[in-house]
Each structure stands twice: as structure tokens, then as C-alpha cells.
């Protein structure tokens, strides 16, 4: 399992870019990022080489910030390697919270998915595993 930075930002022109650049000043690396919104607010979820540093940090700038654990799993780039991947959930009967991709290189792509609870977590990265699958530590996303 990974970290995820989750910041909380008002839905305001710029206050996605002063983000980034806060990330930049702290000296934090994002992996990836995605956006989901509200009305009157977006969740910024984002997978960079120290989420627990730069919640820290953001929040001495006056951010609202959370690190969760996600599962970050290795799947072939490549049509249908997610679905292979989602087939072991389902085939456990665990639903999936939220997730994202984003590409490794040009054979690796990386899926983030957030499941209830840790113990959920594990059953399903041990099933993972077991079908194939590489479930990433933070060293390997950092």
C-alpha cells in the first residue's frame, strides 16, 4: 500500500495552480494527480514521494490535507489490463471506493484503488498477487 495526499481546495480560479506550486516550493514529486469536484469544493488526490512531508507542509500554508492508504498495483499498459485487474474484485466481492491510472513506462501502468478498510486492502492484495499481479510499496512509487 501507498500514501495518498488528499488536499480539500475551495473551487477558486488559480487554486489549483498555487497548489502545485506549494508542492514545488516544498521540494515534494507528484506522480500523479486527479481532481473530482463539487459546487463548492474539489478533492485534489495525489500520489507524490512523501505524502506525510508535505501534508505537514501544506498545512503550515494553511491547506486542508489528509494522507489514506490506497493500493497502487502494476498492470500491463496495455487494452483490458484494468480489467484483468478488476476481475480479481470482483471475483472477491470488494468494492472499489474511487480509483485512478496513470502510466509508468511504456509496459507499466499503475492503478491507485481505494477499498473500505485495510483488512479489505490486504485480502485484496494478497488475491492480486496471487493472480499475477504487482501490489507497489512506497519505495517503488517514490
Known sequence: MVDQLTVFLENEEGRL???????????????ALTIADTAEY???????????????ALAERGYRAMVTRVS???VPNRPGGLA???A?????DIAVDYG???????????VVLKVAGDALATRAAYALE???FHVLDQDEIA
Open 100 to 110: 485512478y491510472c496513470f502510466s509508468m513506462d511504456d509496459n507499466r501502468a499503475v
Open 17 to 31: 495552480a498555487k497548489l502545485c506550486r506549494a508542492m514545488g516550493e516544498v521540494g515534494v514529486n507528484m506522480k
Open 88 to 92: 480479481v474484485f470482483d471475483d472477491l
Open 84 to 86: 484483468e485487474l478488476l
Open 130 to 132: 496471487q493472480a499475477g
Open 72 to 74: 497502487a498495483v502494476a
Open 42 to 56: 474539489g478533492v485534489v488526490r495525489i500520489i507524490c514521494d512523501d505524502a506525510r512531508s508535505a501534508k505537514a
